[in-house]
């Protein structure tokens, strides 16, 4: 039941219907029994700052941010954290004493799961396909790890700009190919003990559709990491999986930036198995609705 104290956390975004992170953090809230609430706020984006603003006089407890606002609310924060800053977008926000304090928990929802694994990424060769925000966080966490990362992109000045951006921060830990079958592109994944999807090829319900990368290459001695959680099986990861690799969904990266968020705002960590089917039962009914 909402009271007088129950204290609110949410997430902006435009659309927001879509997003899954109500359901998931709600259930958490629900099993821990604690007093909190998670609100979905439909955010447009020349409406970005007020609604930042409004989080200190509301004195919300922190919100998400998802798409279009990640990059855009930087300019509105007190503090950024030096990952965020990196990276040039936040998806959680606190509100503490006043303060509009930012961060950004997808490179440690993504790291996060191969650690649990055991799977350290230090002086691993990566291969990662795409260059938009996900891949984003996915390289700078992957640089900081001590991984030594190839690039795989369509379009020239995205994949540019990200390995520029790396580099300066983690020196000649990453370079990148443009998406064709090459003898570079195959040597790369020849060399590559990881290899990540952070493109949306293969994503439902485009399921036929997989990433720019020579598939025949997976070996049972790499880990594959598909950043789509639906389906949970992509032809991307199913080929992986019949070559003996160790495959990873992105279920596991979407639970646990959430899981890593809901920690920074009350300092109690959710149960991520709950988290999970909760967010599969909102995928279930948001498909059939
Ligand atoms: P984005 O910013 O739009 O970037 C998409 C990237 O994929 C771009 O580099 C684009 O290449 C490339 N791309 C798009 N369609 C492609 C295709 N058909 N074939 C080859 N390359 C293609 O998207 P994003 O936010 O990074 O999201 C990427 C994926 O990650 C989505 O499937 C999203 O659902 C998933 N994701 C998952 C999580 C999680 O927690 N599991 C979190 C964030 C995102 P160009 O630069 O050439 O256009």
New binding site residues.
Partial sequence: MLTGRTRILGVFGDPVEHSLSPAMHNAAIRVLGIDYVYVPFHVKPDALGVALEALRALQVVGVNLTIPHKEHALQFLDEVDAEAAAIGAVNTISCRDGRLIGCNT?GA?FEGPLTDMGFHCAGRNAVV???????RSVVFRLARAGAHVVIV???EK??RALTDDVNKHYPESVEWLP?AATPEVCRAMEQATIVVN????G?WPREE?C??LPLDLFRSDMLVYD???LPQETRFLSAARSAGACTVN??A??VR?GAVSFEVWTGLRPPEDVMCEAMYSALTRRNDG
């Fill in positions: 997808d929802g396909a795409g260059a938009g925000g996900a891949a992109n369509r379009s995205r994949a998406a952070a493109t949306p090829a994503m559709e990433p720019p950043l789509i959680y992105g279920a990266m979407l930036q």
